[in-house]
């Protein structure tokens, strides 16, 4: 249980980003902070609506740091979900608190009609493509959103969906043209330029994928995954300064994953050993053999069947770290360039 509560809230922090996460966190713990003070205050009719004030803040200033993180268009759907809702406990609170009860069930059905209303095909048939994919029928899966994009050609996370699909199936070339057409239906999206240097990377085109992860990581500062990726591709192209200086930023926003420190850790320690600098290589290191567990996650990960483009690509680093963490290789070796 614990477990999965772990794994459930590193998803929704993977999922908002460093920067949302804090200003989340902020504004719960602050007006929170705020109404507990205001308890002290005895005999005071004010406080009661203050208080309410506050939790209309927090849940409205939620509502904003969430929804601003989805793709559009499922912005624009809940939107239309909890506007009217929120105007209904509105007026509950301060216009009709004698009809509270009546109002604030009149929000929650809202929502929920709202919920089987604006529900389009796309979830279900996104469903049917994950059954075959977990048969390994990438053909069938990838067929199945050819048609959901024939149906709704504009909307970004059906390329999305449909370029990790042919990632998986090893069809590099018609994912980059999915991921390419996401960054014109949508060219602030930081997802779409980072899959495009993913994708990028993983065919060995290191300049393009380049290109594509400094965009991304201009467009999201503060995600560590865009970081992380442009530090791997420096670390491919043997840019040691500018690898160690991404990479440490994408540990200073926190991490989640064992695994992707791990990695963290090798590419920093390859970059210093490059530039000649054995105390640093050798600090890293250690910090590499505290995250060893990262090994245990990728094991299974790069068994499966469905990880070739994968161990293509970071295959040789893990093997790398396990090496590092065993003894058995030097870290001046890590000084040899790519």
């Known amino acids: 249980m614990i477990k999965s509560l772990e794994r459930a809230f590193n998803d929704f922090a993977f999922f908002l980003g460093a920067a949302r996460l804090r200003a ?4 719960i713990a602050g007006t ?3 109404s507990l003070m205001l308890n002290a205050v005895q005999g005071e009719t004010w406080v009661t ?5 506050l939790l209309l803040i927090a849940i409205f200033g939620a509502a904003v740091i969430i929804v601003g993180k989805l793709e559009r268009e499922d912005r624009q759907r809940w939107v239309a979900l909890l506007v009217p809702a929120l105007g209904a406990v509105l007026l509950a609170i301060f216009f009709l608190p ?4 009546l109002l604030f069930g009149a929000a929650a059905g809202w929502i929920v009609a709202g919920l089987l ?3 389009g095909r796309s979830p ?3 469903q049917k493509a994950i059954r075959h994919l977990r048969r390994s029928e990438y053909e069938e899966a990838v067929k199945i959103m050819d048609g959901v994009i024939q149906a709704d050609p504009d909307k970004p996370n059906h390329y999305r969906f449909r370029a990790e699909l042919l990632r998986l199936w090893g069809k590099l070339d018609r994912a980059r043209r999915d991921y390419f057409k996401m960054t014109e239906l949508d060219p602030t999206s930081a997802v779409a330029f980072n899959g495009l240097a993913e994708v990028n990377l993983q065919a060995g085109r290191f300049d393009d994928a380049l290109t594509a992860a400094n965009k991304a990581a201009e467009l999201a500062p503060d995600e560590w995954v865009a970081l992380y990726n442009l530090g791997m591709i420096e670390d491919r ?3 040691s300064d500018e690898a160690i200086d991404h990479l440490t930023r994408a540990l200073d926003l926190g991490v989640p994953e064992v695994r992707h420190r791990l990695l963290i850790h090798l590419y920093m320690a390859r970059a210093y050993a490059r530039k000649g600098d054995t105390a640093a290589a050798q600090a890293e290191v250690i910090a590499l053999r505290k995250d060893k567990n990262g090994l245990s996650e990728w094991s299974p990960i790069l068994a499966s069947d469905q ?3 994968l161990r293509a690509v970071i295959g040789e680093d893990v093997a790398a770290a396990e090496q590092l963490i065993g003894g058995k290789l030097d870290v001046t070796a890590l000084g040899v360039a790519p």
């Not at 609506?49 to 004030?53: D, E, I, L």
């Open 24 to 27: 989340l966190f902020l504004l």
């Open 117 to 119: 209303v604006f529900r």
């Open 32 to 34: 929170g902070l705020l």
């Open 98 to 101: 004698n009809l509270a009860t």
């Open 124 to 126: 279900m048939e996104y």
């Open 237 to 239: 192209l043997g840019r």
């Open 307 to 309: 990880a070739e483009t």
């Open 49 to 53: 609506a203050v208080q309410s004030g």
